[in-house]
């Protein structure tokens, strides 16, 4: 799906074998959700998460969301059957976890065919590195950020402004941008902290990320409006294609809005927040 067409602010994980969260989840306001098999699920629950799953979205109801289904490795011993349980339930893409290569994605391709988007857990450090092979892959449409994966992998202590993690989080940035596809940002651990998950949000949003991956639904609300164009941003965008075109019809190939230029890469920015401010809106109508 087109990453300015559909707005990815809030991506909701919701284990699929919470039948509650899974019936619940039909009537929040998230963008998007990751229905999970892989690290949500206990090992023993996971053949009866699969069945409840495969029967929520086939009974539906889940609106405009973007519905993805996170399997398990197929180096485990799940992910093969996740895959058979799954495969035409109606889900919108798979998620991959623990990926480090264009080859895994390969192999989960080859079970789905051509025609299902795949999404990439971005959580090993050798992702990190692969991150623009892997982004580049044909099937490829989505990076989720694994922080807690990666901050285990590294090492490193997690920190309220994420600084051991900001070279990677910018390298999946930048992978996702090159290739065109969605970036979405790791989970904030201290759910009911909204004042933290706001802060965390906004730096996410200001790195680039489209969304935040959410583990409560309290979570939602304050994740939409920091990933949405603000009204100040959306009269400032409008206002600069008017100065601009403007400009043009009279022959100059730059204006100035509010005492800064505006030249045409200020207007691509500027149609990019009217289109996502648009996608948001549709979003809303039921
Ligand atoms: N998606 C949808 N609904 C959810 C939800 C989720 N992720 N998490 C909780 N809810 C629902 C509950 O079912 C409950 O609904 P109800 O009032 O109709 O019964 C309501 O929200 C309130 O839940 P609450 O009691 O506050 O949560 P909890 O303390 O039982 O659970 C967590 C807290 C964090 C364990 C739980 O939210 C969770 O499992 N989140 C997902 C974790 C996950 O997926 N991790 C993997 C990726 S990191
Ligand atoms: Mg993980």
Redesign the pocket.
Known sequence: MDRNSHPYRSV????GS?D??LD??RS?PCDAIIF?LE??VAPDAKPEARQTLAAALKTGGYGKRFKIVRINALNTAWGLEDVNVLRDAGADAFLLPKVNSPTDVDNLADLLGPDMPIWVMMETPVSVFQAREIASHRQVEGLVTGT?DLTKDLNARYRADRLPLMNALQRIVMAARAARIVAIDG?YNR?RDGDGLKMECEQGRDLGFDGKTL???MQIEVTNTAFAPTESEIDLAERQIAAFNESMASGKGIAVVDGNIVENLHVVAAQRVLAKARAVAEMAEE
């Open positions: 909701l994980y919701i284990p919470m509650r969260a619940k989840a929040l999970d690290d949500a807690n989970v759910f583990i409560h639904p």
